[in-house]
């Protein structure tokens, strides 16, 4: 009995214990989670950092052994269009008359030269039948220069071709035939990459365009040899340095002026033969104030070493300063007067070289020989 009570008040006694520690063994368990968890967790994390690092590491060699590659793609990239860029449109082939007017030039000389038995030396140019009766070589085209060359319908050419013919005389040699003009049809056919000609017929002989009388110049007043004007003296001076090698060419230009002489120099010396200027006639020979211009035509008789004599016409411009005139250009062309207009046709002119075309049904151009 006695030890049933001590067994129970030790039960007692320890029963508080025993519950601090069975109540304290759940907060020991989750500081041990929360510890473990807290140490995991920073296990993980300095895991993750090397990790990562170590994906950094092998990222970079990575970079550095693609470098070349990147660079060649870029390269490549570069020059491809944006995807916003619109795209390029196709060239379009131009209508020029270069490439039939050089055929033209060459279907006639061949022509000109061709005679019985050489026929077969037109069959680059025209394919149809050919038969000539004279001999071979009783002509022949010292020069050829297409003077006309328009397009009378897409791909259909009428080109006109000016010759200096040389015809073969009786005894054998050759005399100056004059220039002649002859007319050619040339069909062309071209791609972007390749162009074809062929001649529709044989050439048709023509006679020559119209000379056409130019409009006035604008040089209204005439000096003479202008032996008592300055600026004829300057401009003397400035063509025998500038065709005869007498002097150099800055004594006699403007400030900022550069012109070159004509070098070898062609001729010996010059001699002043006709002036022209823009002035009135009652022009002082005195030097006019700074920045005052003069436009003047010089015609000269340049001799050569030879002692042969030939005759050159210069358009120049003058400006005065500090009391001399200075040359202050060599004129592409002579001014013509602003009053004064050439005629804008003429009986004969150009505007008759284009032929009749022949026509398909429809009115489309004719179909391309073999």
């Known amino acids: 009995?006695?030890?049933?009570?001590?067994?129970?008040?030790?039960?007692?006694?320890?029963?508080?214990?025993?519950?601090?520690?069975e109540a304290s063994e759940p907060a020991r368990?989750?500081?041990?989670?929360?510890?473990?968890?807290?140490?995991?967790?920073?296990?993980?994390?300095?895991?993750?950092?090397?990790?990562?690092?170590?994906?950094?590491?092998l990222g970079t060699w990575a970079l550095i052994a693609s470098g070349p590659l990147i660079g060649v793609m870029a390269l490549f990239g570069s020059s491809a269009p944006a995807q916003s860029a619109p795209k390029a449109t196709r060239a379009v082939r131009s209508s020029a008359s270069t490439g039939p007017a050089g055929f033209a030039q060459l279907f006639v000389g061949a022509y000109l030269e061709a005679g019985e038995g050489t026929e077969k030396n037109l069959a680059p140019y025209y394919s149809g039948s050919v038969s000539l009766t004279h001999p071979a070589g009783m002509r022949s085209a010292l020069r050829t220069q297409a003077m006309d060359a328009r397009e009378i319908?897409?791909?259909?050419?009428?080109?006109?071709?000016?010759?200096?013919?040389a015809a073969k005389s009786k005894k054998g040699g050759y005399t100056d035939a004059g220039v002649q003009y002859f007319r050619v049809a040339v069909q062309s056919s071209g791609s972007d990459d390749t162009s074809a000609y062929t001649a529709v017929s044989l050439p048709a002989q023509?006679?020559?365009?119209?000379?056409?009388?130019?409009?006035?110049?604008?040089?209204?007043?005439?000096?003479?040899?202008?032996?008592?004007?300055?600026a004829s003296d300057t401009a003397a001076s400035f063509l025998k340095a500038y065709v005869a090698g007498q002097g150099e060419l800055d004594r006699y230009t403007s400030p900022g002026v550069h012109l070159f002489p004509v070098v070898p120099p062609p001729y010996t010396s010059i001699k002043l033969t006709s002036v022209q200027d823009n002035s009135k006639n009652d022009a002082s020979t005195k030097v006019p104030g700074d920045g005052v211009r003069r436009r003047l035509l010089v015609s000269i008789d340049a001799t050569d070493a030879d002692g042969n004599t030939f005759p050159l016409t210069y358009a120049l411009g003058l400006t005065a300063r500090a009391g001399r005139w200075e040359v202050s250009s060599l004129d592409d062309a002579p001014a013509t007067a602003a009053t004064s207009r050439p005629p804008s046709s003429a009986p004969n002119s150009q505007a008759t070289f284009a032929p009749s075309v022949p026509s398909t049904p429809g009115g489309s151009a004719p179909s391309f020989g073999s």
């Open 1 to 21: 009995m006695k030890r049933a009570r001590r067994q129970a008040r030790r039960e007692q006694q320890n029963w508080p214990v025993d519950s601090v520690a």
């Open 29 to 57: 368990a989750e500081q041990g989670d929360a510890d473990v968890e807290q140490f995991a967790g920073w296990k993980t994390s300095t895991a993750g950092l090397a990790g990562l690092t170590r994906l950094a590491r």
């Open 153 to 165: 319908s897409p791909g259909y050419w009428s080109v006109t071709v000016a010759v200096n013919v």
């Open 206 to 230: 023509v006679a020559a365009p119209a000379a056409l009388k130019p409009g006035a110049l604008g040089y209204p007043t005439s000096r003479g040899t202008g032996s008592s004007d300055p």
